[in-house]
């Protein structure tokens, strides 16, 4: 074979490898963000921010709403979607891990297209109305995944500051973040987050398939972790509503006998409490 002939063969070749290289190459350079924000939802526009929440009266035992915050216009497109059985599944662990306590009555969940962006106390008092909940435990959720050699962070703003997590290199980073609202006072009773990181064992070949796992798996770390300090920020609200009772009005709806914290003889002293003041106001 003459010399003129090798020359087309061999740039095929190289075409070829070059080709086969990128096609190999280019799997491995993936990066997916999915995120929602509680702020984002229940403020859109910064003046919303200074509207002042009004003292809670919480009539237990409480109907609570469970629902995942939708992502923001410009981020449902831009990455592969938390699906809704997904979701459900995560907030059915917490459900099921509150059922139970004495004054909770029922926990609804909430689908997420029940839920519009940016749409604000305003939309909870839609859901309030049509499933019959005096509160709602609100999840937003931050997780970047990448399979290159970019280190990347989670930065999420919550209701009380910012939290940061480091990225490494080919891993899942995953926050989530629940907030319990009073819905009728605008009142956070509190929240909770959880977070989680998942180390990257992706090869070239499969690494859509292992982000797709690690992303499952990052999100269920993260959620029980967000459980476990949900049962701790509870207890700490138990306490402040029996030492801040200017802050918390408790009362009790026909039969129920109180539990878990909030007794009768503590909403007895705080409606007393109530009552006193308001004589206070009116002399």
Partial sequence: MNSSNRIPIVATLAAAS?????????????????????????????????ERP??????????????????????RNRSRPLDEAARR?????????????????????????YLTPGGGFRNLDQIAAMHDIEAVALVAFDQIQHSDE??????????????????????????????????PSRKMLFRAPGTSSVKGRA???????????????????????????????????KVRVKEQPE????????????GGGFGPTLAAALLAALALSRRKASA
Wanted: glycine share 6%; hydrophobic share 40%; proline share 6%.
């Fill in 203 to 237: 090869t070239p070949i499969n690494v859509v398939e292992h982000l797709r796992k690690n992303s499952a798996e990052g999100f269920a770390k993260a959620n029980e972790q967000m459980i476990a300090n949900l049962d701790a920020e509870l207890e700490r609200f």
């Fill in 247 to 258: 802050q918390f009005v408790v009362s009790h709806k026909p039969g129920y006998r109180g």
């Fill in 150 to 183: 970019t280190l990347l962070s989670i930065s999420y703003l919550t209701i009380v500051g910012s939290y940061v997590i480091p990225g490494e290199k080919n891993d899942t980073s995953t926050m989530l973040d629940t907030a319990v609202y009073h819905i």
């Fill in 54 to 75: 009004a003292v809670p009266h919480m009539a237990l035992p409480l109907r609570v709403g469970i629902a995942f915050v939708p992502e923001t216009k410009d981020d």
């Fill in 18 to 50: 070059l080709l086969f290289a990128g096609c190999m190459g280019w799997p491995n350079h993936r990066q997916f963000h999915q995120r929602s924000s509680t702020v984002e939802f229940l403020y859109p526009k910064e003046k919303d921010m200074k």
């Fill in 89 to 113: 599944k995560l907030l059915e662990d917490v459900a099921d891990h509150f059922k139970d306590l004495p004054f909770v009555s029922g926990i609804e969940i909430i689908p997420s297209t």
